[in-house]
């Protein structure tokens, strides 16, 4: 059963909603009599886009939100993650989980106190593969999973619906949801011929530079709306700097046998953690997303519809990091006399040394800079037909296929690496909100080492097929049948990567330094830490590294360290879904039944008798795979009713599964068979993939009830529940594995192949669950104001009681917003509380709580010509990052962007 929204506020409706609004002492306009004629309203821009959101949510049978464009080209931001935050349950992050750290632009979407790789994005329905241009996200674990926003440009979207209840016909692999980005096609345009253009500029306020935006779209479609071609164009670039200072891990450990000088000085010092590197990063990085979208649509009748669709994006994304790092490692400061030194310990009973002065008889080496240059870039794109035939008034069919392909690749890093020497250093460790302090007495530099991996490649393919019917009944409540099958093969690859080391005269002929960090570097992140920091350019680098490095494609090859791996993952469903109806209700049941098949690849050093897949100068390899099949079954409820006129109430109920992130089914394996000599019953240890990770299955639970009292307005109220069953996360589990065993502790004791025990420290499947609550309203007030908020809780941890990745435990927004017809302007305020972002150089880390404000101002000339100024991150937010309370990890400013642009419409 579908309902029109109410049209007049109704008294009682009229005495709440002056309740809510009263506290800011809004005043609303009498509702008019009813025998009274009148005006009728016509809205556009904001006040559109929002009744037509509102429309889609109230009128579905699913628990929904929606997000449109308020015209062609313009969502209310310039990034769709960042008009995504505005939903309830939302969180966006400013990064991946792979280590580059936080940016300006919001990029990965996770839902309800999830991590992004448990929330499904879609394009018009279907999947779409990704790329990443960090290197660390490229190969490392946790990003699979999860889309890249920064592929998809905002300029593409007609609506974006978040979805946060499960049925049987929709694609499985969103345990919290899904996000499905909707675009537009050549017959919805009203006019036969239609041009855009936008013009425009974005300016960032850190580099200080300008850099253009431009996006064009033309449609056209015949007369008889049978036949359209739509194409959309777009060539956007940016400048990005983000200064930050670094604490990169607490992995180090004082001890007896790492620092037997310090501790036999100071006993007090035994089993404090030190930070292994403290540094002043600076970042600059180039950003330019080219790219499109091709639409031919056909529709020779009423009963048939067909369109073909073809879509790329590419952002180039070249970038330079140096960071100056002070090294407090055991191996390092051993030699060293300390004084100044204090120590803190956190809730968890860990002990920090969190400052310290260090000095040296002679000279030594105290820390490291690092000067990388990356050339790295991210693609998208898909091809798909899809098509709609109604065969008659009770049978539609419709059916979908495509392919779509993601690549990341960082095709050089052209680095140099320093000691930094010096006969004093010392450091102090600030807390979580400000940067440490660190500094050398007279440091001077000296070469290290140069590393780094090329041709680093990950491609990303997915190719799919499905076919949908949906049959109309009239038997009593059942009134239809939904059923189909799908069937696709994804593929995740790495290709052959190469290791770089030093060649030849390498160390007596590192370039000069004759660039230089800004004279505000790090201004407003603290005090006391290096900031006048020569470095080289990044052409020069390239040119040394050029000239003195050794990249043989086979003599430098590392599987190991460039994590060469390969997965392939196919899937078969079928499902059979009855739609429900009766009086002021509706709703839906039924079965999805999945079955998938994963075979993985990787490689590790051949053992005596094996045939090698190719050897280097890091050894030989022998490639290895593993795999395993499994059917899952996945029955559905939701039900929706109308409770009265303008009250919705909903409940869902769901079994759903979300596989394993493809690095984390890699069968790679590091071994360490020290001690194992003479006993079989003796268990190794290492660190290794887990090709038998169980998807992570969950029965999930939503209730919702929203009540629409005026037209563009809504409160609603929810609670949610995931109870998973197989969470994936970080863990230890057994295997046996071939390994080469010696017979004896003795040297050049003979060596014997032998399968072995071995506790391996890796991803495991663990019991987890989810609990929350959202709240939401949105209303105007008068004719030409509104405002919007919403707030969520959610609570999530394993069975250990320890918290989730992604998890947020508060979380809210505020808007606003006034238009005219001519003039309009909005502001939006996101915050979010801590989220555990994951494990990085073996500490499980945080990004602390934040608000992020952004604003938009437009004026419409005439129907062809408008302006907006767009604004980005107002309140120029620090991202902070922490392992403890005592243990900081980063902190970073990117600054604030502005966008101006020009808007020609035909």
């Known amino acids: 059963m579908k309902v029109k929204q109410t049209p007049l506020l109704s008294p009682v409706s009229q005495a709440v909603l002056v309740a809510l609004l009263g506290a800011s002492g809004v005043a609303l306009a009498q509702q008019a009599p009813a025998n009274q004629q009148l005006d009728t309203v016509t ?157 425009g500029a974005v300016y960032a306020s850190l580099p200080k530079k300008t850099d253009p935006q431009l996006s064009a779209l033309l449609n056209w479609r015949d007369d008889s709306k049978t036949f359209g071609v739509l194409v959309q164009a777009f060539s956007e670039k940016r400048n990005l700097r983000r200064d930050g200072v670094e604490t990169l891990g607490f992995i180090n450990q004082l001890t007896a046998a790492n620092a037997p000088t310090l501790i036999a000085a100071h006993p007090e010092l035994a089993g404090v953690y030190t930070p292994d590197l403290i540094g002043s990063a600076y970042f600059t990085q180039e950003r330019e997303r080219k790219g499109g979208l091709v639409r031919a649509q056909f529709k020779p009748s009423q009963d048939v519809d067909i369109t073909l669709t073809g879509f790329t994006s590419k952002l180039d994304a070249d970038n330079y990091n140096r960071n100056y790092m002070i090294a407090p490692r055991a191996g390092l400061i051993d030699s060293a006399t300390i004084s100044n030194y204090t120590i803190a310990t956190d ?93 050398f007495t007279s440091p001077t530099l000296a070469a290290d080492w140069i590393f780094g991996n090329q041709h680093t490649i990950v491609h990303d393919k997915e190719d799919w097929a499905q076919v949908d019917a949906e049959y109309t009944l009239d038997m009593g409540m059942l009134k239809s049948l939904k059923f189909g099958a799908r069937s696709a093969q994804h593929k995740r690859y790495t290709d052959p990567t190469i290791s770089q080391g030093p060649a030849g005269a390498w160390s007596t002929n590192v370039p000069a330094a004759t660039g230089s960090y800004p004279g505000n570097f790090g201004s407003g992140l603290g005090s006391g830490f290096p900031t006048n920091i020569a470095f080289i350019p990044a052409d020069a680098l390239a040119a040394y590294n050029a000239a003195y490095t050794n990249r043989d494609p086979v003599a430098r090859r590392s599987p190991f360290d460039g994590g060469e791996y390969s997965v392939k993952e196919t899937t078969t469903a079928a499902y ?113 993939g887990n090709p038998d990770l169980k998807p992570l299955r969950s029965t999930n639970f939503d209730a919702n009830i929203e009540w629409y009292f005026a037209p563009r307005a809504f409160v609603s109220m929810g609670a949610f529940h995931m109870q998973m069953g197989s969470y994936i996360t970080n863990g230890t589990f057994n295997g046996t594995y071939p390994a080469l065993i010696p017979a004896t502790n003795a040297p050049g004791a003979p060596q014997a192949v032998a399968n072995r025990q071995f506790t391996i420290t890796g991803l495991t499947n663990k019991k987890a669950s989810v609990t929350g609550l959202e709240f939401a309203f949105e209303t105007p007030i008068a004719n030409n104001f509104g405002i919007s908020g919403n707030y969520t809780f959610a609570d999530g941890h394993d069975q250990d009681g320890h918290v989730l990745r992604g998890d947020v435990k508060n979380s809210f927004t505020l808007g606003g917003f006034f238009e005219n017809d001519q003039f309009s302007a909005r502001v939006n305020y996101s915050y979010t509380d801590d989220i555990f972002i994951g494990t990085d150089r073996g500490t499980d880390y945080f990004q602390k709580a934040n608000g992020v404000l952004s604003a938009s101002l437009g004026y419409k000339f005439s129907d062809n010509f408008s302006l907006s100024l767009d604004a980005q991150n107002l309140n120029d937010p620090k991202l902070k990052y922490y392992a403890s309370e005592v243990q900081p990890r980063a902190i970073y400013k990117n600054g604030r962007q502005f966008y101006v642009t020009a808007r020609i419409k035909f």
Not at 157 to 169: G, L
Not at 415 to 433: A, F, H, P, W
Request: aromatic share 6%; hydrophobic share 35%; charged share 20%.
């Open 43 to 199: 809205v556009t821009g904001i006040r559109a886009s929002q009744e037509k959101s509102l429309a889609v949510k109230r009128n579905a049978d699913a628990h929904i939100d929606v997000i449109s464009a308020e015209d062609i080209g313009k969502m209310p931001d310039k990034n769709v993650a960042d008009s995504l935050a505005r939903v309830p349950g939302v969180t966006i992050l400013n990064s991946p989980a792979g280590g580059s750290g936080g940016f300006d632009e919001r990029d990965r979407v996770g839902l309800r106190g999830t991590n992004p790789s448990l929330t499904q994005t879609l394009v018009d329905g279907h999947g779409i593969a990704n790329g990443d241009w960090f290197v660390l996200d490229q190969t490392g674990a946790g990003v699979g999973r999860s889309v890249s926003y920064s592929l998809l440009p905002s300029e593409l979207v007609s609506r974006v619906e978040v979805r946060k209840s499960s049925e049987a016909s929709l694609v499985e692999g969103g345990t919290a949801g899904s996000v499905n980005i909707i675009t537009r096609k050549p017959l919805e345009f009203s006019k036969a011929l239609t041009f855009e253009a936008g013009v």
């Open 347 to 439: 809730s968890k009973g860990v002990k920090t040394l969190t400052s310290a002065t260090f000095n040296w008889a002679t000279p030594s080496a105290s820390g490291y800079y690092d000067q990388i240059s990356r050339k790295a870039s991210a693609e998208s794109g898909y091809l798909s037909l899809d098509g709609t035939w109604k065969v008659n008034n009770a049978l539609t069919l419709t059916a979908n296929a495509g392919s779509s392909k993601g690549k990341g690749q960082t095709l050089s890093q052209d680095v140099l690496e320093q000691r930094i020497v010096t006969g004093q250093s010392s450091y102090k460790l600030g807390g979580n909100d400000a940067a440490p302090s660190f500094g």
């Open 576 to 688: 059979l879904q009855g739609n429900l109806e009766g009086d002021s209700w509706s709703g839906n049941v039924g079965l999805r039944a999945v079955r998938t098949k994963q075979t993985s690849g990787a490689f590790r050093a051949t053992l005596p008798g094996e045939t090698a897949s190719f050897s280097s100068l890091f050894g030989s390899f022998v490639e290895t795979s593993d795999g395993r099949s499994y059917t899952d079954l996945l029955p559905s409820a939701s039900i929706r009713v109308d409770i009265t006129r303008n009250v919705v109430g909903r409940l869902a109920l769901s079994r759903t599964v979300t596989r394993a992130d493809y690095t984390a089914l890699s069968a790679f394996t590091s071994l360490n068979t020290a001690g194992l000599f003479g006993n079989n019953n003796l268990v190794g240890s290492g660190t290794a």
